[in-house]
């Protein structure tokens, strides 16, 4: 058996292609978050950056998104332990925490299907954020699930 990139290099040791094999394309970072000015508590809405495909949950222009996103967040090995806002399912801030890729995960099944039936993705979920007036009126809790 092949072992498993993931769980013998260190994230900071990953080549480009490894890491961004890592991203299961569930599409919640792309979704719009609120953070409470008094609590700092963080929340999550159903309102997605209006590049993401909200069926396949993939950016729309995901090599030139900066362009047409200029405060879209690059998730890299660097910057991963400030980005508390990426949600518990999210591979990169599993491996980060020291728990492993979930069975859904497209690198174990070899497709989005696992991970699309468990409920992980956006897909199907999301409002274009441009059709939204008030974002505190998107607020849902199914971004902060995580199986496994």
Known sequence: ?????????????????????????????????????????????????????????????????????????????????????LPDSCAYRRLHVGKGLPSWHPLITGSKDAMHAAGISVQGKTVNEMKVKYLEDCIVLWPMLDIE
């Open 1 to 85: 058996m092949m072992t498993q990139f993931w769980t013998s290099t260190p994230l900071d040791n990953m080549t480009p292609e490894q890491w961004e094999s890592l991203c299961d394309g569930c599409g919640k970072c792309c979704l719009n978050k609120i953070i409470d000015d008094d609590t700092d508590k963080l929340y999550y809405t159903n309102a997605a950056c209006h590049l993401l495909d909200d069926e396949s949950c993939s950016c729309r222009q995901y090599p030139d998104r900066f362009t047409y996103v200029p405060e879209c967040t690059a998730i890299t090995p660097d910057n991963i332990a400030e980005l508390t806002w």
